[in-house]
């Protein structure tokens, strides 16, 4: 009886766990009608929680052993569909509609956004030895809160930005994946704290802007960025 209940219960742990993991489209969605009524702060916000639970998701699915329990539901599919709709079908909707991009413009550098996303996805060796990305990865929210947040009135800049971002989709450098064990793993995580709460202060108290939190955000973007370049030269 006791092993009975014991199987339950783990299977039990183990749908929430992908139910968990699932809230995160649910958030996305929030995010569109939020944008549609041009909230863009409570969009981003929405957006961001989402991403907390995508950080948060692969350790309850190893704790519960995820795999093990439910070997016919394909938590990594789940994962990516809703991945691919938060950080970037989502955020290039945000975009676009935003007004932060020259209006000739708009449309075609949303579809460049979508076009070069949906390839990035395809690409075999999107990982390199689970420590990192190899090229730009999907990261369009983060564009996004760039984008609106901090470059709103630049509008040629918003577009040069996503037509670089777009090409570094395919430039084999070697981006940090935070969440992985690697070399600089610790710096890392403190760095994508910070940058998560400078996001969240800036968002707090938009559309006041404070200068030193923009750049304090434009920083930890370079950090990434430098990462990326100096993880690449160093293991070539």
């Known amino acids: ?7 339950f219960q783990s299977i039990a742990l183990a749908w929430l766990v992908h139910l968990f993991t ?3 489209i649910v958030f996305g969605f929030l995010a569109i009608l939020a944008t549609n009524e041009a909230d863009f702060r409570t969009a981003m916000f929405y957006l961001i929680v ?3 639970i995508d ?6 699915a190893r704790r519960f052993r995820v795999k093990e329990v439910l070997p016919k539901i394909n938590g990594s599919m789940i994962d990516t569909v809703v991945d691919f709709t938060n950080y970037a079908v989502v955020p290039t909707y945000m975009i676009y509609k935003a007004g932060i991009l020259p209006e000739s413009l708009g449309l075609y550098l949303a579809a460049l956004i979508l076009l070069t996303s949906a390839s990035y996805y395809g690409k075999e060796g999107m990982v390199y030895e ?3 990305f190899i090229g730009f990865p999907v990261l ?3 564009v996004a809160f760039f984008c609106i947040f901090v470059f709103s009135d630049y509008l040629i800049l918003n577009a040069i930005l996503i037509v670089v971002l777009s090409i570094l989709h395919f430039v084999p450098l070697k981006f940090p994946y935070p969440s992985r064990p690697s070399r600089y793993q ?5 760095i994508s704290a910070l940058l998560m709460g400078t996001m969240l202060t800036v968002i707090y108290f938009w559309p006041v802007e404070y200068v030193f ?3 304090l955000a434009v920083v930890c973007g370079f950090y990434f960025l430098g990462m990326a370049v100096w993880n690449t030269a160093r293991e070539a």
């Open 213 to 215: 939190l923009s750049w």
């Open 140 to 142: 369009w929210n983060v």
């Open 22 to 24: 699932a809230t995160g």
């Open 50 to 52: 989402a991403a907390v």
């Open 55 to 60: 950080g948060v998701d692969g350790t309850l």
């Open 1 to 7: 009886m006791s092993q009975a209940k014991n199987k």
């Open 186 to 190: 610790k710096l890392d995580l403190a």
């Open 130 to 132: 689970e420590k990192y």
